[in-house]
């Protein structure tokens, strides 16, 4: 969220660079995926590969994605529609790019209500691969809990997968190799064996800040994803092992409930700031500037995400719990009743 909203403004300044150089928001979503893959594969281990269990975990994924995701296509929506006609002459290539083209077409509607385009939500393009993955991690955990030399071959094969796609396909082969990453650590025994030091958790953690910093390499780059996939497992590794108790601090522990929201609803709302700050703000194009359109698209965002939150991903994961007991018991009563 602050990476992109020092972004904002036109011009390499000290804002621009805080953000390019302090803070790697593509490792931030390299730990999503693998995090992603770790929480998942240990609910999929915790209950089983049958049909029943498999059918929860796709109704209760899709009840956790898509209403948050759908409310966050809402505020993109109001900024193409009524924002984005304000001018706002100093905001960045990197920014104005967003929204262009392609206008209200029903195949640009749909594809985003799915999940499977950002025209609508410029984040969603990582929405798009956790669904993906969503539906294929069932079948690589059931190859990683078959062995040591099955995951090995997994894990192999996914990164050539990685390596030879790149970019192609939205991304999606590109980062499947990080779900299996952290699928591993949940399934591996003899991963989870592996002890890391608070060295190792300190290293990993400039890893992902810093590594990228060393060459010029372009967003999507394979090579420098995958370290930071491999930093990722690392200090996931480090916080299970040592049950980091910070960690659960209550503050914290909300901010991870509104994490997803936060996730989703940032970078329009920096559009939308962005664009009101610099058409009220004339010619001026400075840092402060910058830092204020940071500070207010922190301001708004927050407390959005908890409404969020509260009004539209708790309910939905509720209502995906309900919608299954529903069809369980109509897809599944020879099961249910065989299961007492």
């Avoid at 529609?81 to 290539?93: D, G, Q």
């Avoid at 929405?127 to 062995?147: H, K, M, Q, R």
């Avoid at 996939?229 to 590794?237: E, F, G, K, N, T």
């Avoid at 309900?322 to 018991?329: D, I, M, T």
Wanted: include cysteine.
């Amino acid at each position: 969220m602050v990476h992109h909203a020092l972004r904002t403004l036109d011009g390499h300044s000290l804002a621009w660079n805080i953000s390019e150089n302090v803070l790697n928001a593509h490792g931030a979503v390299v730990v999503f995926f693998v995090l992603s893959g770790y929480v998942l594969a240990k609910s999929i281990v915790g209950r089983g590969f049958d049909s029943n269990s498999l059918s929860k975990f796709y109704v209760r994924r899709g009840f956790r994605i898509y209403p948050a995701l759908w409310a966050a296509i809402a505020v993109g929506v109001f900024y193409m529609l009524v924002v984005k006609l304000l001018s706002a002459p100093h905001m960045s290539p990197w920014m104005a790019k967003y929204y262009d083209g392609g206008g209200l077409n029903l195949t640009i509607i749909a594809a985003s209500i799915a999940g499977l385009d950002a025209h609508l939500l410029p984040t969603a393009w990582t929405i798009t691969i956790e669904i993906v993955a969503s539906v294929v991690l069932p079948l690589f955990v059931w190859v990683l809990c078959s062995g040591r030399i099955a995951a090995i071959a997994l894990l192999a094969v996914m990164t050539v997968v990685s390596f030879s796609f790149g970019v192609n396909a939205r991304q999606v082969p590109l980062y499947m190799v990080e779900f299996v990453l952290g699928a591993m650590l949940a399934t591996s025994p003899w991963l989870q064996g592996i002890r890391i030091g608070t060295m190792g958790a300190a290293i990993s953690a400039i890893v992902l800040l810093f590594f990228r910093r060393l060459w010029n390499w372009d967003y999507h780059d394979p090579l420098p994803s995958l370290v930071e996939a491999l930093a990722s497992v690392v200090l996931i590794s480090a916080i299970t092992q040592h049950r980091v108790q910070w960690l659960k601090n209550q503050a914290l522990v909300h901010i991870g409930d509104w994490s997803y929201s936060i996730y989703l609803l940032h970078l329009p709302i920096a559009l939308i700031t962005t664009r009101i700050m610099c058409h009220l703000a004339g010619d001026a194009n400075s840092d402060l500037l910058a830092f204020g359109i940071m500070v207010l698209t922190v301001g708004v965002t927050m407390p959005l995400s908890v409404l969020a939150y509260t009004y539209i991903e708790a309910p939905g994961i509720a209502l995906g719990v309900r919608v299954f007991q529903a069809l369980e018991g109509r897809i599944f009563p020879r099961m249910q009743k065989a299961g007492g």
